[in-house]
């Protein structure tokens, strides 16, 4: 009958249904319950502080300091609006209306507290904070601000820290950077960010539909970033920082033995912590654009000839493949003449043997050997020195300077290798080009007796040690060979006529070579000034003016440093 | 049950006030009352009181057209006094007792010849849809979509029931299907949104689709037991809009997970087969016929809700008996159940 027919198809309907609840209760009810679970539950990160950066003795040159923040969340703020910001202009000194403007145009969910005023004192914040019931909706927020205790020493070696810019973010971002994560730039800031950085917490919310927050679910607690200590004493850094100031250089100190820096310093130097101060901008955008480049760290990224520093390649190229012995002598009267032209020699020294020569760094001598010699030794030899190539240090940016090479030079500028060139090339000038790292680790290689260490300016991360930097490379030169070079380096500092005799300071050894580049266009020379001290520790180190004028400028403060270090009981 | 769910939806929520729970209880207070007075009054008297009280609903919707209130995007609560009412509910109640009275009244026709086959279709066909079309279009134009489709398919099921030769109701509703493509147009612009979306949910995931996406993850997220009475999240924090009415079913589905659900319908079920039961024994027409209406009502009513609430129906607007917050509708069934009970009772006595 027809009522069955209804009835019938109720119980059909009713199955249906039933099945359809089956489907998504059972089958599907995990999927719906994730769902409903990220309807409601948001994640807010907190960002960690950053570990701290210390010498070699556990003095902090990078700390980070409790600074507070001004903050407004927007939930609940509607009622008591145009009072809360009178107030906050008060407090803060900050026109009301442009307090308004940025809570509007930063303000996004209703839990998200708006930033509006960043680095306040501690007076504002006790101020703000006392006045808190009042004000519900206000939020002092405690951050981390870095800070630089040595300000303008080291910051070249030390680099700052800036908000993470797009180009980075864009390759960093698997690794958990989001755009307002804070970044090294340059030094060890950069280098070793991945273990500078602190480690992110959070905060798990509930909110409802309109985004408001309920309840707290859960929190995480954010871990700071582990220190570094670096290899550089504090003391060393600042007095070398010093004798720079004022003037445009670079000095490094490492040690000869372990390749650990000491002392790395570039002048003009600046204040990192200028970065971080939301008031200094126009401080920052003049360190850009300021023409002696204070931001550049001459110590790595520069590179300059190299002048009568580069002797000592010549001699050492010239001893191993036995062109000459120790005894040779050449007679200098003050210029050499080649296919009419006249190259010049700073003075007439006379008859010179290698020792003489490089201890009053005559030019002519070189002349000679390097004809002697061949372009293409040369640079082999000044490869096996670690000219032309990196070090490898654990900073950022390093440059690796250039040997010209006599046939891929030719092919590369289309011109041809002229004599002159070599002759050029003997003195150090020309197109070689070296940084002042490679020159002091050349010096420690000479000192040492061919161990050519890696120079690296971390001791330790966290708690462990680094214990990798035995990449020391032994370079196949002959001993004998080195030690003529060393008693030659030697004579230059203790001879009254040595070009390096300024440094001859009482109870010292110490060994070095001036050099004296002519730069380009119508500027000061380069002054260097490049050595090692053997005592309690075999130190390398290289001393560089640029346009310092004559190298006894680079010796004085070569001088300064040894004794002040020796005043201080380094040496 | 019912009040138990709306008790979860209202509890500790801005939008919608316990009051809504309250009132509710005082209508089941009410309610029961009534169905149990109804139980002892005859079903009869209705009969004859039939036209008039159709004629009265009539008025009703009518004056709810011009005067009622305006809530919702639509206009079907009267106010008298302090108290409001909808019409349409009781609309639902005065069909049947409309049609029972007329199908009561006709008796199986054979098709004679022509000219009597018109006269047959006009009586058993033509003349009460045009009865049912008059409260249809009222309410149609509420606008109130659900409502007046569910008049539809009282009146189909009745037509049913009457035993109209099969050809007759196959070309009538054929002739509905037809129609349909001009009643496309007369849709409101959210009601042709609303069909969309059945077809495919995530075409506005943000508007019209939301309800439905909201639903099945409030019923989804229940799974076999429910996240527990008042611990529905979706509902309690308000992601399920309407959950006092049409959407009852979720928070049902969310708190109290597929056990709930199934209990639930078993409860409807039950309700319903029952009917059907009385309904095989009856020989008196009306009598038949009042627990048919009443019996399809209810099984579009719940078939049709927890359908859309699942997505398998598109929006449209119907409550789920006895559970929706809704205080005529309440008492209109607990009116029908106690006609129900009353029928019941003559028939074991008969």
Known sequence: MRLKIIRLSTIAAFIIILLNLIYIQVIKGGYYFDLSLHNRIRLLSLEGPRGRIK????????DNRLSYDAA???????????????FLSKVLSLDQKKLLEKYEAKRT?????????????????????ENKYRFPSLLIQEAYRRQYPFYAEGAHLLGYVGKINRLRMEELKEYGYVPQSLFGYGGVEEYYDAYLRGEEGGVQIEVDNRGQQVRLLGLKDPRQGQDITLTVDADIQVSAQRLLEGKSGVIILMDADNGEILGLTSAPTFDPNVFLNPQARREVSALFSHSSSPLFNRAIQGVFPPGSVFKMVVALSALSTQKINSRKTFFCPGFYELGGMKFGCTHEHGTEDLEGSLAHSCNVYYYNLGLLVGAQTIYKYAHDLGLGSLTYIDLPYEEKGFVPHQQKGL??????????????????????????????????????????????VIKMIGEKSIERYDSNKEIPLDKNILKIIQKALRQAVVDSSGTAHALNVEGLYVAGKTGTAQSSGKKENHAWLVGYVKGKKNISFCVFLEHGGSSYNACVIARDLLLDLRGKGIL | MGLAALYSASFQNIRVTQQ??????????????????LKRVDYRKFYDLAYIFY??????????LMMG???????????????????SELAKLSLIFVLGRYFSNRRPTLSFNFASKAQLLFRDLIFPFLLTAVSILLIFKQPDLGTSLLLFGIFLIMLFVTGLEYRYLMGFTGACLALMPFAWHILKSYQKDRLLVFLNPNIDPLGAGYTIIQSKIAIGSGQWAGKGWLAGTQNQLNFLPERHTDFIFSVIGEEWGLLGAIFLMYCYFVLIDSGFQIAEQLKDKFGLFLTMGIVSILILQVVINVGMVMGLCPVVGITLPLASYGRTSFLVFMIMMGILLNINRKRLFS
């Open chain 1, 411 to 456: 092919l590369a500028s289309g011109q041809r290798w002229y004599a002159g060139d070599t002759l050029n090339l003997s003195i150090g000038q020309g197109m070689t080009l070296t940084t002042p790292l490679q020159l002091a680790r050349m010096m420690a290689l000479v000192a040492s007796d061919g161990k050519q260490v890696h120079p690296h």
């Open chain 1, 55 to 62: 010498d070699r003795h556990g003095k902090i040159l990078a």
């Open chain 1, 109 to 129: 969910a209703s839990f998200v507290p708006v930033l509006l005023a960043e680095d306040i004192s501690r007076d504002q914040a006790i101020l703000l904070e």
């Open chain 2, 55 to 64: 004629g009265l609903n009539i008025l009703l919707l009518l004056f709810v």
């Open chain 2, 20 to 37: 809504v729970f309250y009132d509710q209880l005082f209508c089941a207070a009410l309610g029961l009352g009534i169905m149990y007075f």
């Open chain 1, 72 to 86: 407004v969340v927007p939930w609940g703020v509607d009622e008591t609006q145009p009072e809360l910001f009178s």
């Open chain 2, 69 to 87: 209130r305006y809530a919702l995007g639509a206009r079907r609560w009267m106010e008298i006094g302090a108290l409001s009412f909808q019409p």
